[in-house]
T-cell receptor
Framework: GENVEQHPSTLSVQEGDSAVIKCTYS??????FPWYKQELGKRPQLIID?????GEKKDQRIAVTLNKTAKHFSLHITETQPEDSAVYFC???????????FGSGTRLSIRP | DAGVIQSPRHEVTEMGQEVTLRCKPI?????LFWYRQTMMRGLELLIY????????DSGMPEDRFSAKMPNASFSTLKIQPSEPRDSAVYFC?????????????FGPGTRLTVL
């Protein structure tokens, strides 16, 4: 069935280092992959997304890569800063409807 | 636009009581989603509507949960009777389109505590 797996569940990196979060999806017909950031006590907010016809997308310190063959996609944050500490969710939209399936989340902590 | 509006922001009730959560999506959006978030289960999709019609309610946990969308600008999620295990943050989100950009905009959430 529809499933998005996300790893790791927690991640701690030194300020200034890079962080990578990985996700896999089950439906090869998925065509839209957003990433959401949720700060403590706040709502999830979109930070970047990628479509199935693109292999990579970058926005300042954030980049996302997509491997359709392997059904993998990843979030890369470079030069991490304290304000990057949050829970990050990957997601995949299945082509048959508007429904988006979310991963289980990664709690990212940036060590000063 | 004020974004997605949810009310109440916090709700504390006793087991067995009826709880109604309300959501106003962003004007012009045609899809509306209800999510439940807990530490144990993460972010779960309960139900979503497209053009006011329920499309998928497979995430609704039990018959105690029901959702309606009487018009394009209003939706409710009702729990009757409520139980302590229903305690969670409930988010409403809306988006526009089916094949094009599909960013979901989340409301601030309703924190529900059932005693």
């Amino acid at each position: 069935g529809e499933n998005v797996e996300q790893h790791p569940s927690t991640l701690s990196v030194q300020e200034g280092d890079s962080a990578v979060i990985k996700c896999t999806y089950s439906d090869s017909a998925s065509n839209y992959f957003p990433w959401y950031k949720q700060e403590l006590g706040k709502r999830p907010q979109l930070i970047i997304d990628i479509r199935s016809n693109v292999g990579e997308k970058k926005d300042q310190r954030i980049a996302v890569t997509l491997n359709k063959t392997a059904k993998h996609f990843s979030l890369h944050i470079t030069e991490t800063q304290p304000e990057d500490s949050a829970v990050y969710f990957c997601a995949a939209r299945y082509s048959s409807a508007s429904k988006i399936i979310f991963g289980s989340g990664t709690r990212l902590s940036i060590r000063p | 636009d004020a974004g997605v509006i949810q009310s109440p922001r916090h709700e504390v009730t006793e087991m067995g009581q009826e709880v109604t959560l309300r959501c106003k999506p962003i004007s012009g959006h045609n899809s509306l989603f209800w999510y439940r978030q807990t530490m144990m289960r993460g972010l779960e999709l309960l139900i979503y509507f497209n053009n006011n019609v329920p499309i998928d309610d497979s995430g609704m946990p039990e018959d105690r949960f029901s959702a309606k969308m009487p018009n394009a600008s209003f939706s409710t999620l009702k729990i009757q009777p409520s139980e302590p295990r229903d305690s969670a943050v409930y988010f409403c989100a809306s988006s526009f389109g089916r094949e094009g950009p599909n960013e979901q905009f989340f409301g601030p959430g309703t924190r529900l505590t059932v005693l």
